[in-house]
Structures are given as C-alpha cells and as structure tokens.
C-alpha cells in the first residue's frame, strides 16, 4: 500500500512555518520526516505532503560542565552520541534504534525522532524516558506558529510542561525544530549477572526481588532459552550493574548472596559483552529477526508473566518474546495475521491493565487495526483537546496515533 507525496525540504524554522501554512491553507495533511527510521510506526495513514528535516542538522550548543546540550531535530544520534562520548557523557535515556526491527541498516535515527516517539531504552527503569531528560524545544505547530517552551535547566520549566506533550507525539502536534536536552556523565564501568537455571515466571520473580535490593541496578532483562543475543540453552535473567569499578564488583557479589537459590547458577559479562547485550536488548534482537508482526507490551513488572500466559493459553503463535524493566515491558514477535491477533493480545491485558503497541506490520494492517491501544472515552477527549489546541486543521500527520484525529 503505497501514495505518492510530495516532499519538501525544511531548510530552517522559516521554511517549516511557511509550508505548514501553506498545507493548512490548501486542507493538505503533512508526514514529519527524518532520518526515516520510524516511518513504519504509528497508524499507516497517508499523507498529501512529507516534510523533510533532514537538513536541520548540527549540535547548537553543548557545556559539558553544565550537562545539557541543544541539536537540531535533523541532527544524527550516533553524531550526537559521538560528540557526548568524547567527553565521557551520554544520552542516558538510551534511544532505540529502529533499524534493525525494520529490516533497514543501523544508524539512521535523529534526535527529533527519538523524541517525537519517546524512544527510550532498558535504563529506563533508573534513568527515566526521553521525555524526563527533555529541558526544552523549539517548534512549528500545525496552526503554523513558531513556538519555544522549557530551558536549558529543569527549574526553567514553569506553567504548562509542553515538553511532555510533544515527546512521544509522534509528530501529530508539531514539527520539531531544535531540542534541549539533559545529559548525563557515563558510568566509569559495568557489568552484567546473569541468573540461569529458573524457568520464566521464577527468573521474572528474581528481577522483581533485585529491584528491592540497594544494589542499583540499571537494567532487568530476561530471555527465554535461545533467544539473541546471549542465545543460552536456558531460560536467563540478566541484571545490568553500573558504576565505579570498585562498586560494581562489590555489588554483584551482594546480588549473588540475595538471590542465590538451588537450581540457579550465576554468570558475569564483562563490560564490553555487557555493553554488547544490552545494545542488542535496546534495539529488540530477541524479537527482531523473526518474519512476524511485532507488539510492544508494557505492565506492572508483577504481570508480565501472566499477560504471556493469556497469549499462550489464548492459542496465539508465539515466534518469539522477552521481557525488559523487570518484567514490566514485554516484546512479543507473533506469526503474521491480517489482524495481527489484537484481540487476543488486547483481552490478556484486560485482568492487568496496561497497554500493547503494535510496532511492526504492514501498511494493510496498521491501516484497519488500532496501533495504539484504545483509550477510555475521557482520555480520548483530552488528547482531542490537545490536538486541536496545537493543530486545529489536523495538517500534521493525520490518523497517524487516531483514525479520527
């Protein structure tokens, strides 16, 4: 399922005001593009316009001792991650790279994308999302209007914080421009404990018991036998240290003493597997390389087990699944259907509440199933609000989050 559209380069906050009035003046509706790494999500709804901010790249600013740096929307994450690394800094939200779940190559994301969808990683659990390290932005709206909101600190943030709004947006709002954002030193180290030996719901139940440890961790995976990276011959949980050298050895040690239990044999990944693996976790590995469609799942770390278990007991076809932050984010790659087995993932959520994204499948599918899951009619009439506060004419990405909207 294909339309043409016609693209238009954005070139600076001039031009993006110019062609949102433009389209909002002629009832066009406009997609928001990148790098294209996240074109796949999202509602397939087309567009009569694609506006293009590839060509608003560039850091413009960054104080390391002040720990915040500002980049247009077009600007490169691995640049971005580059420039930050040579100063022993990081984006500690630790954005997905969608390349991978795309079947498309590594490396494409900007910055304006891993905002607009709240693209946030398995250090999410300690750090926050990508909305929580957001100090600012600048933007066009759909009614064509140059708006800033925020700073370069967190108590410049008064009134409305509109920056929770437009992150995770997807574009339906605005059209970012430049973004503020907070960063964090790099850990001097890590490492990973791996507990293998417990079937599935007891290596969850261990994550659980590891958060309520003063040991920090900074991650909670687990994986079922075979599943990528670690590709074990068990089912794992792996729990991501962080830290001072020092420190991180002196922690692992006390998790091994907690939860060690008969059956359960314990593991540790130097920093560069470690590294490795998590990378891999952000990016969805486990579920990526499967033909399938793919949904993303999120919980109270206390259900994931259970809401799989509705899935499996339902007669869904499995391919294949993992769980992050504890438990409390399942990914779930499934055999492919015309509709993709929303009911069935939808009513496993209904004893835990929760809510199931489907990430990956194709045009056809994502155009006649809900993506985002359905909101009770009040939520629904705020996001209404929302909309038609920031674009009235509904010009931006239109029935991309909501058929209606």
């Not at 294209?36 to 709804?45: D, E, Q, T, W």
């Not at 799942?297 to 259970?306: N, R």
């Not at 015309?338 to 994204?357: E, F, I, K, M, N």
Request: glycine share 10%; aromatic share 4%; proline share 4%.
């Amino acid at each position: 399922m294909q339309s043409a559209c016609a693209t238009l380069e954005i070139r600076d906050e001039a031009d993006a005001v110019d062609a949102i009035r433009a389209a909002k003046a002629e009832g066009d509706c406009c997609a928001i593009v990148g790098g294209g790494s996240k074109s796949g999500l999202g509602r397939y709804a087309p567009q009569t316009r694609t506006l293009s901010t590839a060509a608003l790249t560039g850091v413009t600013l960054y104080e390391p001792d002040e720990l915040v740096l500002s980049a247009r929307a077009g600007a490169s994450l691995n640049e971005i991650e580059a420039l930050l690394d040579q100063h022993g800094q990081q984006l500690a939200f630790e954005p997905m790279d969608y390349g991978l779940l795309f079947g498309a190559e590594a490396g494409g994301a900007t910055i304006g994308g891993a905002i607009a969808v709240n693209a946030s990683g398995p250090r999410r659990i300690k750090a926050g999302a990508a909305r929580d390290h957001l100090l600012g932005f600048r933007c066009v709206t759909g009614r064509g209007e140059l708006v800033k909101s925020g700073g370069r600190v967190m108590k410049n943030v008064t009134g409305y914080d509109l920056s929770k709004l437009v992150c995770g947006s997807y574009g339906t709002l605005a059209l970012l421009t430049e973004l503020t954002l907070k960063v964090l030193p790099k850990p001097e180290t890590e490492c990973s404990l791996l507990a293998i030996g417990a079937d599935e719901a007891e290596s969850l139940a261990l994550l659980r018991r590891a958060t309520a440890t003063p040991c920090e961790p900074s991650s909670l995976a687990m994986l079922p036998a075979g599943a990528a990276p670690l590709a074990l011959n068990a089912d794992a949980a792996a729990i991501r240290l962080e830290g001072p050298a020092i420190s991180v050895t002196a922690r692992r040690d006390d998790l091994v003493g907690r939860l060690a239990r008969d059956g359960v044999r314990f593991e540790t990944l130097d920093e560069y597997d470690s590294k490795t693996l998590w990378r891999g976790l952000r990016d969805a590995a486990p579920v990526a390389a499967e033909v399938g469609q793919i949904w993303r799942i999120s919980v109270a770390p206390s259900e994931g087990f259970a809401v799989v278990e509705r899935i499996r007991r339902a007669g869904a076809p499995m391919l294949a699944h993992f769980y992050d932050w504890a438990g409390g984010l399942i990914w779930l790659c499934l055999e492919t259907s015309p509709d993709a087995h929303a009911a069935v993932v939808r009513s496993a959520l209904d004893a835990s509440g929760g809510h199931a994204t489907l990430i990956r499948a194709s045009a056809e599918t994502r155009a006649t199933v809900d993506v985002f899951h359905p909101q009770p009619a009040a939520l629904t009439a705020l996001t209404r609000r929302v909309k038609n506060s920031f674009d009235p004419a509904h010009i931006l990405e239109r029935g991309r989050m909501r058929a209606e909207f």
